[in-house]
Protein backbone atom coordinates (compact mmCIF):
# COMPACT_ATOMS: atom_id res chain seq x y z
CA UNK A 1 0.00 0.00 0.00
CA UNK A 2 1.26 3.53 -0.99
CA UNK A 3 0.24 6.64 0.34
CA UNK A 4 -0.39 10.37 -1.17
CA UNK A 5 -0.37 13.56 0.66
CA UNK A 6 -0.92 16.44 -1.90
CA UNK A 7 -0.27 19.70 -0.97
CA UNK A 8 0.09 23.45 -2.24
CA UNK A 9 -3.29 24.02 -3.62
CA UNK A 10 -4.85 27.58 -2.74
CA UNK A 11 -6.42 30.40 -4.14
CA UNK A 12 -4.52 32.44 -6.50
CA UNK A 13 -4.98 35.40 -8.92
CA UNK A 14 -5.19 34.66 -12.81
CA UNK A 15 -2.05 34.92 -13.84
CA UNK A 16 -0.52 33.72 -10.46
CA UNK A 17 2.03 30.80 -9.92
CA UNK A 18 1.43 27.76 -7.36
CA UNK A 19 3.42 24.82 -6.62
CA UNK A 20 2.04 21.89 -5.38
CA UNK A 21 4.23 18.50 -3.91
CA UNK A 22 2.91 14.94 -3.58
CA UNK A 23 5.15 13.29 -0.81
CA UNK A 24 4.65 9.65 -1.02
CA UNK A 25 5.45 6.28 1.49
CA UNK A 26 7.10 3.09 0.89
CA UNK A 27 9.97 2.42 -1.25
CA UNK A 28 8.95 1.74 -4.68
CA UNK A 29 8.69 5.62 -5.48
CA UNK A 30 12.09 5.15 -7.96
CA UNK A 31 10.13 2.67 -9.99
CA UNK A 32 6.88 5.02 -10.44
CA UNK A 33 5.44 7.24 -13.12
CA UNK A 34 4.11 9.85 -11.71
CA UNK A 35 1.16 11.86 -12.36
CA UNK A 36 -0.82 15.09 -11.78
CA UNK A 37 -4.58 14.86 -12.75
CA UNK A 38 -7.17 17.73 -12.31
CA UNK A 39 -11.18 17.25 -11.88
CA UNK A 40 -13.13 20.83 -12.36
CA UNK A 41 -16.69 20.77 -11.23
CA UNK A 42 -18.97 18.85 -13.46
CA UNK A 43 -16.35 17.89 -15.50
CA UNK A 44 -14.06 14.42 -16.25
CA UNK A 45 -10.89 13.84 -14.23
CA UNK A 46 -8.46 14.89 -16.49
CA UNK A 47 -4.54 13.77 -17.03
CA UNK A 48 -2.21 17.02 -16.53
CA UNK A 49 0.87 15.92 -16.49
CA UNK A 50 2.88 12.94 -15.93
CA UNK A 51 6.90 12.06 -15.42
CA UNK A 52 8.07 8.78 -15.97
CA UNK A 53 10.35 6.62 -13.41
CA UNK A 54 13.48 7.73 -15.68
CA UNK A 55 12.32 11.15 -16.16
CA UNK A 56 10.87 12.39 -18.99
CA UNK A 57 7.94 14.32 -18.55
CA UNK A 58 4.53 14.74 -21.05
CA UNK A 59 1.86 17.29 -20.96
CA UNK A 60 -1.75 18.22 -21.71
CA UNK A 61 -1.82 21.00 -24.36
CA UNK A 62 -3.88 22.77 -22.21
CA UNK A 63 -0.93 23.46 -19.71
CA UNK A 64 2.16 22.84 -21.88
CA UNK A 65 4.77 25.78 -21.44
CA UNK A 66 2.76 26.59 -17.89
CA UNK A 67 3.09 24.11 -15.91
CA UNK A 68 6.17 21.98 -14.91
CA UNK A 69 6.49 18.60 -13.69
CA UNK A 70 9.70 17.26 -11.55
CA UNK A 71 10.41 14.20 -9.19
CA UNK A 72 12.94 13.86 -6.37
CA UNK A 73 13.57 10.36 -5.87
CA UNK A 74 15.52 10.73 -2.59
CA UNK A 75 12.09 12.47 -1.02
CA UNK A 76 9.89 10.01 -2.56
CA UNK A 77 8.19 13.68 -4.05
CA UNK A 78 6.75 14.61 -6.93
CA UNK A 79 5.96 18.35 -7.95
CA UNK A 80 3.50 20.67 -9.81
CA UNK A 81 4.81 24.08 -10.84
CA UNK A 82 1.85 26.12 -12.14
CA UNK A 83 2.91 29.30 -13.90
CA UNK A 84 0.40 31.84 -15.74
CA UNK A 85 -2.67 30.32 -13.58
CA UNK A 86 -5.58 30.79 -15.75
CA UNK A 87 -9.74 29.94 -14.33
CA UNK A 88 -9.98 27.31 -16.11
CA UNK A 89 -6.73 25.57 -14.21
CA UNK A 90 -9.45 25.56 -11.34
CA UNK A 91 -10.34 22.47 -9.88
CA UNK A 92 -9.25 19.48 -7.56
CA UNK A 93 -6.08 18.18 -8.51
CA UNK A 94 -4.82 14.65 -7.74
CA UNK A 95 -1.79 12.63 -7.89
CA UNK A 96 -1.24 9.05 -9.02
CA UNK A 97 1.59 6.33 -8.52
CA UNK A 98 1.73 4.00 -11.11
CA UNK A 99 3.90 1.14 -11.66
CA UNK A 100 1.87 -0.93 -14.70
CA UNK A 101 4.10 -4.32 -14.63
CA UNK A 102 3.28 -5.01 -11.37
CA UNK A 103 -0.63 -3.06 -10.90
CA UNK A 104 0.21 -0.63 -8.01
CA UNK A 105 -1.97 2.23 -8.75
CA UNK A 106 -2.90 4.42 -5.55
CA UNK A 107 -3.94 8.04 -5.64
CA UNK A 108 -4.19 11.22 -3.32
CA UNK A 109 -7.04 12.98 -1.77
CA UNK A 110 -6.65 16.18 -3.54
CA UNK A 111 -5.88 19.61 -3.23
CA UNK A 112 -7.81 22.35 -4.38
CA UNK A 113 -7.00 24.76 -6.69
CA UNK A 114 -9.02 28.24 -7.34
CA UNK A 115 -7.63 30.86 -9.96
CA UNK A 116 -9.72 33.82 -9.64
CA UNK A 117 -10.24 36.14 -12.37
Known amino acids: QVQLVESGGGLVQAGGSLRLSCATT????????MGWHRQAPGKQRELVAV???????NYSDSVKGRFTISRDNTKNTVYLQMNSLKPEDTGVYYC???????????WGQGTQVTVSS
Open 51 to 57: IARGGSP
Open 26 to 33: GNRFSWAD
Open 96 to 106: NFRISWIGSDF
